[in-house]
């Protein structure tokens, strides 16, 4: 088993910048991706970004690109997601999403294994 615990969620002014933390315990050898994600009211929980625990392999929605970086620190077993120039439809609850095994497509929640309990950000106009 793997445990997700998500933090550095907020209040912040668009063009502001927050990072999310996500550090997992527990079998963490075993993963083979890690992914952010995020729902906001009345949507579906959509793809934010991704990165393979073993090699430099990032992705990131299309939304997000050149705004959000997503990286890793594996002696703290802990991914970032660096989010700057906010806009007020980033405004969501943040998941961390740890998936088992590979597979080319990384925006599929159903893929991932594990989940953290969310945290919630919110960009202000």
């Known amino acids: 088993q793997v445990q997700l615990v998500e933090s550095g969620g907020g209040l912040v002014q668009a063009g502001g910048s927050l990072r999310l933390s996500c550090t997992a315990s527990g079998r963490t050898f075993s993963l083979d991706a890690m992914g952010w994600f995020r729902q906001a009211p009345g949507k579906e929980r959509e793809f934010v970004a991704a990165?393979?625990?073993?090699?430099?392999?990032?992705y990131y929605a299309d939304s997000v690109k050149g705004r959000f970086t997503i990286s890793r620190d594996n002696a703290k077993n802990t991914v970032y997601l660096q989010m700057n120039s906010l806009k007020p439809e980033d405004t969501a609850v943040y998941y961390c999403?740890?998936?088992?095994?590979?597979?080319?497509?990384?925006?599929?929640?159903?893929?991932?294994?594990?989940w953290g309990q969310g945290t919630q950000v919110t960009v202000s106009s």
């Open positions: 990165l393979r625990w073993s090699v430099v392999s990032t």
């Open positions: 999403a740890g998936r088992l095994w590979y597979s080319s497509t990384y925006s599929v929640p159903h893929r991932y294994n594990y």
